[in-house]
């Protein structure tokens, strides 16, 4: 079973905040790994993606993957309103499949 | 542009009557695949296909078909749909060249509803 599981949320976050969201999957031959933004009733969105473990940061994105405890996380710095999107993480372990958590609902206040 | 396209993007329809809901992208990518959408269940892939004429079952493969002709176009076809197939649809293709940081591009995606 190719699990990745994601707190679903809502998490709420005052604009300006750092937002972190957080993934585990089960299996260990996962080899990287991908966060999606999606606005209510849109299609998923590149975020970024990240392969090696430790840190990559994009702008206001930072992913993190630490292999061994089988987690990896999103933070997102300066939150905007316009952040407020629910968020999938998706893990690739062959091929080309994704597969993806459940998405965690973030929304940031004004 | 680049870009994945779906068609219709809303459609309501009634048990067992047959239709196809065609997705085509303009990027040459060879890896095609189909995903649902449900509340609380996050996104579970249908069906993929690594190339033309090359196509295998994802999750949730029960009541659809898909063909793949031609390299663009990935056609995702309900035989006899039935209201548990009422769901929002994606298409995403990507360009697997062997490496693990390919990414999946994803279209607009398309809601269905089979009363």
């Known amino acids: 079973q190719k699990e990745v599981e994601q707190n679903s949320g809502p998490l709420s976050v005052p604009e300006g905040a750092i937002a972190s969201l957080n993934c585990t999957y089960s299996?260990?031959?996962?080899?990287?790994f991908f966060w999606y933004r999606q606005y209510s009733g849109k299609s998923p969105e590149l975020i970024m993606f990240i392969y090696s473990n430790g840190d990559k940061e994009d702008g206001r994105f930072t992913a993190q993957l630490n292999k061994a405890s089988q987690y990896v996380s999103l933070l997102i710095r300066d939150s905007q309103p316009s952040d407020s999107a629910t968020y999938l993480c998706a893990v690739k372990i062959w091929a080309n499949n994704l597969f993806f958590g459940t998405g965690t609902r973030l929304t940031v206040i004004p | 542009e680049a870009q994945v396209t779906q068609n219709p993007r809303y459609l309501i329809t009634v048990t067992g009557k047959k239709l196809t809901v065609t997705c085509s992208q303009n990027?040459?990518?060879?890896?095609m695949s189909w995903y649902r959408q449900d509340p609380g269940l996050g996104l579970r892939q249908i069906y993929y296909?690594?190339?033309?004429?090359?196509?295998d079952k994802g999750d949730v493969p029960e009541g659809y078909k898909v063909s793949r002709k031609e390299k663009r176009n990935f056609p995702l076809i309900l035989e006899s749909p039935s209201p548990n197939q009422t769901s929002l649809y994606f298409c995403a293709s990507s360009s697997p060249q062997g490496s693990w940081t390919d990414t999946q591009y994803f279209g607009p995606g398309t809601r269905l509803t089979v009363l």
């Open positions: 299996d260990r031959g996962s080899q990287s």
């Open positions: 296909s690594m190339n033309v004429e090359v196509t």
């Open positions: 990027m040459n990518h060879e890896y």
